[in-house]
């Protein structure tokens, strides 16, 4: 629990995702599956501030792989050691990206994409100003939920009848959201964003010893399940 | 300098306007809000289903490809479809945080808007009906399911692998192919596509 997953850039994050996903192709029995996933478990334990949202993606992922466990021995030829296996996969999978992915900044994410990727930039801008709307379309919904309730037009308590009372809701959040690109993308041409040649981005995208650490770390916890799988 | 008017293909390099760039990234943003929504809804209404039949889960599926979907019929530029599922798959894992799939979301929105893609692309980005709606959300949903075979559902027996890419495909073609299509006309009438081709149509000559 030091806290050191806050102080890598979200490259590197990613990073560990992507590497625990490829890596899970290698799990193919159970000591594989056990001794990988204990050694994601201890970079979290080692790198995460607090405990908690890690414990909360492994019960989302616990059920993702329960489901998955039932579906392998049901319809793999009723084989436990075959289904445990595929469980323990989707918690190599998926585990080690979801609490990673918890920690990425997605303010820092654009600088990253388009100063050490190299992404093309109007992209990577856009991508940037968009997610900047990410918050202000949920304060948007609830202002919507407001607004029905107000005027008495709220769901009943049928699950259809809130189904399409959400359907409805998200169109109208869409149109909004459509509204505010036009009207976005106006004031970014009257800025000169089509055809600026020289960017400049909020901060710069750095790669500090801690950054290379840590992509040394995901590249060495994917390499895990393979090393196992081959000897 | 492209004029905002521009909205056919010229030639082969295809130059993105501003509002292609920010309606494509805005969809994405929104649909990804959605996804994510989805995604916690998706286990208590499919895990019943899918205890009783385990392939019923591509049946559930179609919700994950309307954004490339839509993305591919409003903007009808090369790689919008790919770009637009893709961003979506990325806000929905990112910006909230705590998706039960890790960065699998991303593969899976790859490949998700990968083969939506490839049906508006083979058709030459001409052609935007309910038809070829239908059929890019159907191999969007092929996509996916082939992707699955191997990530998650390795060890089924092929006939069930099978059953699941048909139910993938046909939720993807309705849901998110008609779907889409609908979602799209409805927007047009709105009124907020009148910078891209689906609002043209709609636009009558006084």
């Known amino acids: 629990m030091t806290g050191a997953v806050l102080r890598v850039n979200p490259l590197v994050l990613l990073a560990v995702g992507l590497g625990s996903l490829l890596g899970s192709f290698a799990v193919r029995d159970l000591t594989t599956g056990l001794v990988t996933l204990a050694a994601y478990a201890l970079a979290v334990v080692l790198t995460v501030p607090s405990w908690r949202y890690p414990l909360l993606c492994l019960l989302f992922c616990s059920i993702a792989a329960a489901s998955v466990v039932w579906s392998t021995w049901r319809l793999g030829g009723h084989d436990e050691a075959k289904a445990f296996t595929a469980g323990l996969r989707i918690l190599v999978l998926a585990w080690p990206g979801s ?39 949920v304060r948007e919904w609830q202002e919507l ?71 040394a770390v995901a590249t060495g916890l994917a390499l895990v399940p393979l090393v196992l799988h081959l000897t | 300098m492209t004029s905002s008017a521009d909205t056919s293909i010229t030639g082969f390099f295809v130059r993105y306007r501003t509002i292609d760039l920010v309606t494509i990234t805005t969809l994405g943003v929104a649909f990804g809000l959605v996804y994510w929504a989805w995604g916690k809804a998706y286990a208590p209404l499919s895990e019943p289903l899918v205890l009783a039949y385990p392939p019923l889960a591509g049946l559930f ?34 910006v909230v945080g705590g998706t039960e799939w890790g960065v699998s979301t991303l593969a899976s929105g ?46 089924w027996d092929l006939p069930y692998k099978l059953v699941h890419l048909g139910l993938f495909a046909l939720s993807g073609a309705v849901v998110a192919g008609v779907g889409g299509w609908l979602l799209v006309q409805g927007l047009a009438r709105a009124g907020v596509l009148d910078a891209f081709g689906p609002g043209r149509e709609q636009a009558r000559e006084v």
């Open chain 2, 110 to 155: 790859f490949f998700q808007g990968l083969g939506a893609e490839l049906v508006l692309a083979l058709l030459l980005y001409r052609r935007f009906g309910v038809v070829v709606a239908a059929l890019a959300g159907a191999v969007a949903g092929a996509f996916e399911s082939l992707y699955e075979w191997q990530s998650y559902y390795d060890y």
């Open chain 1, 145 to 215: 939920e407001r607004v029905r309730r107000a005027r008495g037009v709220g769901p009943s308590r049928s699950p259809l009848a809130t189904l399409r009372y959400a359907a409805g809701a998200a169109f109208a959040l869409l149109v909004q959201a459509m509204r505010g690109a036009s009207r976005a993308s106006v004031a970014m041409d009257a800025r000169g964003f089509a055809d600026a040649h020289h960017r400049t981005w909020a901060e710069p995208a750095t790669w500090t010893r801690a950054d290379v650490a840590g992509l």
């Open chain 1, 99 to 137: 609490v990673a992915a918890g920690y990425v900044d997605p303010a820092r994410l654009g600088d990253h994409l388009a100063q050490s990727l190299h992404l093309p930039g109007r992209f990577v801008a856009a991508f940037s100003a968009a997610l900047q709307r990410f918050w202000s379309l």
């Open chain 2, 61 to 94: 599926g179609g919700v994950w490809l309307i954004a490339g979907v839509v993305g591919g019929l409003i903007v009808r530029k090369p790689g919008a479809a790919l770009v637009t599922e893709l961003v979506a798959a990325a806000v929905s894992l990112l």
